[in-house]
């Protein structure tokens, strides 16, 4: 279905301006009776005033108080545009304007006063949403809310029926995948089979690939923004109908879920990944066994979950590519995040970190993979806090600074949970120079890897081209067992 984002762009054209436009001329049809020339009407001058100065002040006390938060948290390394903190407080002025004019204004305009919050908080929505490029159409904002229908989506109860007949295109399923070996609680997944899966004859052993999205996540979010089935589809039609099976798993559980993928306070998500859902997919859809036919491709958040799978698990999984992802599983510095993700256990870090587990794994036999990242200044992320070049020089390759991530405070960058996917927050600009250390020490241990980059910002736009890159490269190496490792 090509045109499933088709429709009114919410990231870019008129639409999120016209709103944003129409909600302050609002806003002002609210605050006319505090303006001065009130004493046109003998009224005096001051009170309105005194009122108009409690919205303002308060409103841009909002917005620095936000931007303060914000800055000192480390929810994402990319700096939120200046827009946003405008809106935000727009929106404190607009609760504030619902009590100081209440007095002065007729009735209609106190019930407009109080409409005008709730669409200032669409107006922070908007701007949020043109910054991390989460949801691009009103259409696709509509069947995320409704929860409708993928691209390709059919029951799978009809699968059985299915079979035999040719296909254009695939079929997503929705799984619900018993959580046995693991005990993650965790969302219905879904499952991309490709058409040769309901070709007539002996059904091929196909080849897998595990789709991982960031933190703040749904399991489908790679199909409703990412693009991921249409992008098989047509990797599909040029292949005669053979592609991967897409494996769409939830490593998070809930939406704002920050398990890195690892095992720990925050829930088993390695095991699930690994116990139930790997086992239950080749069970269930005849997919093959062998751990070359399995890759992983994970962006942002997923993007640490690919290295960390194959790097741990080159019995399972034997090829990745990590997607804007950090260096390690990090909710913090290297303290706060064995804290927050492990409990304390400091040698569970050291077990999930894929530099620590590369520098004592002996030579892979044949895992490979690929770093995508942005060539931006800053990572993509608009040039604020980058790494200076030559930074970090002198260190071996893989090995991260003290302390990880700066611990936040006024203006900086701190290390915690992500937005749009971002997994470990940090300082912008990293994910590039990490990637270069991290696949040079995966290199000693007889891993092919490249780092490639193009041009664009930690977005789920950024994410879907490179996986539109990387299917041909990582299909050939799946669909091809026991090929040599090399990256092309």
């Excluded at 069970?283 to 751990?291: A, H, I, K, L, M």
């Excluded at 600074?401 to 949970?417: C, I, K, L, M």
């Amino acid at each position: 279905m090509i045109g499933y984002q088709r429709g009114l762009s919410l990231l870019d054209g008129w639409l999120p301006w016209a709103v944003q436009a129409v909600v302050v001329l609002l806003l002002l049809v609210v605050l006319v009776p505090l303006v001065p020339w009130s004493e046109s009407r003998r009224r005096p001058v001051r009170r309105p005033l005194v009122r108009l100065g409690l919205v303002v002040v308060l409103g841009v006390a909002g917005a620095f108080a936000a931007w303060w938060a914000f800055a000192g948290s480390g929810l994402a390394s990319d700096p939120a545009p200046a827009l946003l903190w405008v809106w935000v407080g727009l929106t404190v002025a607009a609760v504030v304007a619902v009590v100081v004019a209440w007095g002065p204004s007729r009735w209609w305009r106190r019930a407009l006063s109080v409409l005008v919050v709730p669409l200032a908080l669409v107006c922070v929505a908007l701007v949020l949403n043109q910054w991390v490029g989460y949801v691009t159409t009103v259409q696709e904002g509509w069947g995320e809310v409704t929860a409708g229908a993928f691209p390709d989506q059919v029951d799978a109860t009809a699968l059985p029926a299915m079979v035999g007949t040719p296909r254009p295109t695939g079929a997503v399923v929705s799984v619900a995948i018993p959580d046995t070996a693991s005990g993650f609680p965790h969302r219905d997944e879904d499952v991309w089979l490709p058409p040769a899966w309901f070709a007539p004859g002996p059904r091929p052993a196909l080849p897998a690939i595990m789709m991982i999205g960031g933190e703040f996540n749904t399991p489908g979010d790679w199909i409703r923004v990412g693009n991921a089935v249409q992008i098989a589809d047509a990797y599909a039609a040029a292949h005669g109908g053979v592609a991967p099976v897409l494996v769409f798993a939830d490593a998070g559980g809930t939406f704002n879920n920050d398990t890195e993928c690892v095992d720990g306070p925050r829930g088993n998500a390695a095991s699930h990944l690994t116990r139930d859902v790997i086992p239950f997919v080749e069970q269930t859809y005849g997919v093959s066994r062998d751990p070359r036919a399995w890759g992983v491709v994970g962006w942002s958040m997923g993007g640490t979950c690919a290295v960390d799978l194959a790097v741990m698990h080159p019995d399972l999984i034997d090829s990745f590519d990590d997607i804007a992802g950090d260096a390690g599983p990090e909710v913090g510095t290297k303290q706060q995040t064995i804290d927050r993700l492990y409990g304390g256990n400091a040698a569970a870090w050291a077990a999930y970190d894929p530099a620590t587990v590369l520098s004592a794994h002996a030579p892979y036999a044949d895992t490979a993979g690929r770093f995508d990242d942005s060539s931006d200044a800053g990572g993509g992320f608009g040039g604020y806090g980058h790494r200076p070049p030559g930074a970090g020089a002198g260190r071996p390759p893989g090995q991260r600074p003290p302390g990880q991530r700066p611990s936040g405070g006024f203006g900086g960058q701190a290390a915690n949970p992500g937005i749009g996917g971002r997994g470990g927050g940090g300082a912008t600009g990293q994910e590039l120079p990490e990637a270069r250390a991290l696949c040079a020490q995966a290199q000693t241990r007889a891993i092919a890897c490249t780092v490639e980059t193009q041009p664009g910002r930690h977005s789920w736009q950024f994410a879907s081209t490179a996986f539109s890159d990387v299917l041909p490269w990582m299909s050939a190496r799946v669909e091809a067992p026991g090929t040599p490792a090399r990256v092309t």
